[in-house]
């Protein structure tokens, strides 16, 4: 009599041991996924910011020659790249190379310093790829004619 009553009990403790299992499996899975997540974002800010620096050192080079030195450079935008601002974010002249680049935690600015005045218009560049950046020292800037700049767009 006493075997009809233990017949389930192997199965219910392999069903319990590998529940327990899982309960134990099931976090460190999403740890892992949200760490790789997190790694992704720093990977696309730190390309980010290399391209900032390339087309600022670029820029501060070009600016320094004067009109009408002029470069061709390239620069890899990663993904996640929502927007690239060259001046300021309202498309005007200043001194910053901006890259805006989204996050689980909002969109991220990567910016560089340029001591030179630039311009341009990148803003169309959101794919991720390798971009010919025309970078041209300009005696009169399109966003403001009476201020000599550096002017940036992507070549076509």
């Given at each position: ?39 992704n974002t720093s990977f696309g800010s730190a390309e980010s910011q290399q391209a ?67 311009s341009g218009n990148l803003q169309g560049i959101t794919t991720p790829g390798t ?26």
């Open positions: 009599m006493r075997s009809k009553n233990r017949k389930g009990q192997s199965s219910f403790e392999l069903l319990l041991t590998l529940s327990f299992g899982l309960a134990i499996l099931l976090p460190v899975v999403v740890i892992a996924f949200i760490q790789v997540s997190n790694a900032a620096s390339n087309l600022a050192s670029v820029a501060s080079i070009v600016g320094s020659e004067g009109p009408p030195a002029r470069v061709i450079t390239s620069i890899n935008v990663p993904p996640g790249v929502s927007n690239i601002y060259i001046g300021n974010t309202t498309g005007g002249a200043g001194n910053l190379v901006i890259f805006v680049v989204d996050s689980a935690a909002g969109p991220s600015y990567i910016t560089e310093y340029v001591p030179v005045t630039v971009y010919l950046i025309n970078v041209t020292a300009l005696s009169s800037c399109p966003s403001d004619p009476t201020t000599r700049c550096v002017y940036m767009q992507a070549v076509t």
